[in-house]
């Protein structure tokens, strides 16, 4: 699914980092990796087609259906509840097949394991988190050079906008105050961007976080007013954006030069009294607001 970005998206997007969870960052389309800890995120592995050929073995990650001789890496978005992988198999040196695997933390033991025979396709399903990072582990059996095609149901998706900002609408000027969403399901970072001369957790904005904290973030208000500004993004692409303006606050109206003194006809003209105690008036002569 393509996701239309409205000009105020484009112009925010600028410069942007896309972090992901963990260590791993997004990637467009699927990249091989030689070992599991810097595997990137892939929106999807459907259609993916390549080969084993020129790769180590990776030790940090032992658990496994046989022994590891030529294993790659690749990272993928869970979309759904359940994931099914189909590996084709071809071409291989020897016949002897592919091996693979699904993990959802690098150094912990496979989730699911199949150890293919020669050319025969390797079916992979188990439930999963819409939204969270899984890596598929693919080795030749025995040292076994194939190329191989990949078939995924379901793809992940792009995520949706975030709901409303929480936190004030006012506030003065190098004064600081917290602001959060809800968690977006599928999103694997947030970015933020704050009103001219702000800072966003101690950066100028716009700030790219990772989705495990960056649902929250705290604000330093400028000298100018502005908008706040958040959308969500994983390896499939950028949500629509969420804002809600904050104007610089500057305290306290004038005080009010005795207790006697008439209201104002806006409440912008309104002096401040210590207390309202005593003060004598008339609604006579004010214009309806």
Not at 100 to 113: I, N
Not at 267 to 281: E, Y
């Amino acid at each position: 699914m393509k996701n239309q970005l409205t000009i105020p998206a484009l112009i925010l997007l600028t410069g942007f980092s896309i972090q992901s969870q963990a260590q791993h960052g997004d990637c467009s389309t699927p990249v091989k990796s030689d070992n599991c800890a810097t595997a990137c995120l892939a929106c999807t592995l459907d259609g993916y087609n390549s080969t084993n050929a020129g790769f180590n073995p990776d030790t940090s990650a032992p658990f496994f259906c046989e022994n590891i001789e030529n294993d790659l890496w690749l990272g993928l978005l869970a979309g759904s509840d359940t994931l099914t992988l189909s590996i084709s198999v071809s071409n291989c040196q020897e016949n002897k097949g592919l091996e693979a695997g699904l993990y959802q933390q690098c150094g912990d033991a496979a989730l699911v394991c199949h150890s293919g025979l020669g050319l025969q396709p390797i079916q992979l399903k188990l439930p999963t988190t819409p939204g969270t990072a899984y890596f598929l582990r693919i080795d030749g059996i025995d040292g076994d050079v194939c190329d191989f095609s990949i078939s995924q149901l379901p793809g992940a998706d792009v995520p949706p906008a975030p709901g409303a900002i929480q936190g004030s609408t006012l506030l003065p000027a190098n004064s600081f105050s917290n602001y959060q969403i809800n968690p977006v399901p599928g999103a694997t970072a947030y970015t933020w961007s704050g009103p001219p001369g702000s800072s966003i957790n101690g950066m100028t904005p716009p700030v790219t976080l990772p989705a495990s904290s960056g649902h929250t973030i705290n604000l330093k208000m400028g000298f100018n007013n502005g908008s706040l500004c958040v959308l969500a993004s994983n390896p499939c692409g950028i949500s629509p954006i969420t804002c809600m303006n904050i104007e610089r606050w500057d305290g306290l109206p004038n005080a009010c030069p005795s207790n006697m003194t008439p209201g104002a006809d806006f409440c912008t003209g309104a002096c401040t009294q210590c207390n309202l105690n005593g003060v004598q008036g008339s609604n006579l002569g004010y214009t309806p607001v």
